[in-house]
């Protein structure tokens, strides 16, 4: 069956500091992949999305990259954290329904 | 973009009540979900639902594409139930998926 791994689940880095977020898929090939943010209390807004290696579409243009290195790899990154890119950082990838992992909580202080 | 409406934003329910959650889309969707999110943050798909009835346990959804709402059934309400009800679909060649800003529901004993 389908797993999906995301990690760290709770993230607390300084504003300024680099940031890397990994997701990865087991049990299938070339998945779509979606990197969503949660913001406190809101709702979910899609960050980005890729459908292959190298081939990333962003949604929101902001301090924030992905990129998609292997077929069931995704990463979301930042060279500089704003106090902004606080929030909960959920990978997902689809089947056609979506799934989920379980999220990175990400505060930036 | 498709915008999607949830309603109501918040419910309070005594234990064994029965509710309904709803969700408008502003243009056609073919992928439409509802997801439930627990207290620890987890998104668990709960239909995948692009038209027609589902039922599972003392849940049950109900897509009607073509007047573009999803309604949401939650019968016999636990407290295991509370959470916040997500509900998203989209369109288009890679199916990305817009979210509502989800019904809070919280079930006392």
């Known amino acids: 069956s389908q797993t999906i791994h995301q990690w760290p689940a709770t993230l607390v880095q300084p504003v300024g500091s680099p940031l890397s977020l990994e997701c990865t898929v087991e049990g299938t090939s070339n998945p779509n992949l979606y990197w969503y943010r949660q913001a406190a209390g809101r709702g979910l807004q899609l960050l980005f999305y890729?459908?292959?290696?190298?081939?990333i579409s962003s949604e929101v243009p902001q301090n924030l990259s992905a990129s998609r290195p292997q077929d069931r790899q995704f990463i979301l990154s930042s060279k500089k954290l704003l106090l902004s890119d606080s929030g909960f950082y959920l990978c997902?990838?689809?089947?056609?329904?979506?799934?989920f992992g379980n999220g990175t909580r990400l505060t930036v202080t | 973009g498709i915008q999607v409406e949830q309603s109501p934003p918040d419910l309070i329910l005594q234990e064994g009540a029965n509710s309904t959650l709803r969700c408008n889309f502003s243009d056609s969707v073919n992928n439409l979900q509802w997801f439930h999110q627990n207290p620890w943050g987890q998104l668990i798909n709960l239909f995948y639902i692009p038209s027609g009835t589902k039922q599972n346990g003392r849940l049950s959804a109900t897509t009607v594409a073509t007047e573009r709402y999803s309604l949401l059934y939650i019968s016999s309400s636990q407290t295991t139930d509370s959470g916040v009800y997500f509900c998203g679909g989209g369109s288009g060649g890679y199916q990305k998926v817009t979210f509502g800003t989800g019904t809070k529901l919280q079930v006392i004993p």
């Open positions: 997902a990838w689809r089947d056609p329904a979506l799934h």
């Open positions: 890729s459908v292959g290696i190298g081939q």
